[in-house]
C-alpha cells in the first residue's frame, strides 16, 4: 500500500509539469491566433449615379456620376457632376449641344428606406435663341424634394427620387415646379 501512494505521488508530480507545460502552450496559440473576423458592414463611403437617354426630335443622352459619405445612417452629403449630349431636330437647323455641370447634394433618412433630398445644381446649357445664334448661359437650380431606396444586395441599392426646382431661374430648360424624376443605383465601399 506504500508502494501505491509512492506510485501516485510521483505520477502526479511527473505529470505536473508536463499538464503545465501544454496549459502553456495552449495559451501561446490562444494568444497567436487572429482575431474573429467582425461582419461587414456597409462603408461610409457611396457611388453610383444615373443614364438618362430620350428619343424622337429631341435626342437626349446623359451621365450623372455621384459620390457621397455617411456621417450617420440617417445623415449623408455629396457630389454629383452631370453632362449631356442633345440634338433637338425641332428647329430648321438642328441643335447640337453639351451641356455639363456639378452639384452638392445631402440627404436624411428619417426611415431606412426613405430620405428627404435637398441639392444645389448649377449647370451649363447651350439655347437656340435665334434660326443662326446660340448662346451658353450657367443656370442654377435648388432642388428639394423625396426618394425611396431599395437595397438590391448587401454593398447596392437603386433609388427613385422626384426633385423640384425651387429657384426657377428664367433660363431654366424646365417648366416652372416640373419634378425631375431619377431612377438610378448606388454602392457603398
Do not use: C
Request: hydrophobic fraction near 40%; charged fraction near 20%; avoid cysteine.
Amino acid at each position: 500500500m506504500k508502494n501505491s501512494i509512492i506510485t501516485i505521488i510521483l505520477a502526479f508530480f511527473i505529470t505536473l509539469p508536463l499538464l503545465a507545460q501544454q496549459q502553456d502552450t495552449t495559451q501561446m496559440v490562444q494568444k497567436q491566433a487572429p482575431p474573429p473576423k467582425k461582419k461587414s458592414s456597409p462603408g461610409k463611403v457611396y457611388y453610383g449615379g444615373t443614364l438618362g437617354l430620350s428619343f424622337g426630335n429631341y435626342f437626349r443622352v446623359s451621365i450623372a456620376p455621384l459620390i457621397g459619405y455617411a456621417y450617420s445612417p440617417k445623415t449623408s452629403v455629396g457630389v454629383r457632376v452631370g453632362y449631356e449630349y442633345v440634338q433637338d431636330k425641332r428647329y430648321d437647323e438642328t441643335l447640337t449641344a453639351h451641356n455639363y455641370g456639378a452639384s452638392v447634394f445631402g440627404r436624411y433618412r428619417p426611415i431606412p428606406k426613405v430620405y428627404g433630398h435637398a441639392e444645389f445644381v448649377y449647370f451649363s446649357y447651350k439655347y437656340k435663341i435665334s434660326e443662326l445664334e446660340t448662346e451658353r448661359n450657367w443656370v442654377p437650380f435648388f432642388l428639394l424634394g423625396a426618394g425611396f431606396v431599395q437595397p438590391i444586395s448587401p454593398a447596392a441599392s437603386a433609388f427613385v427620387e422626384v426633385l423640384v426646382d425651387v429657384l426657377n431661374d428664367p433660363k431654366s430648360p424646365y417648366k416652372e415646379w416640373d419634378p425631375q424624376i431619377r431612377v438610378g443605383v448606388a454602392a457603398g465601399f
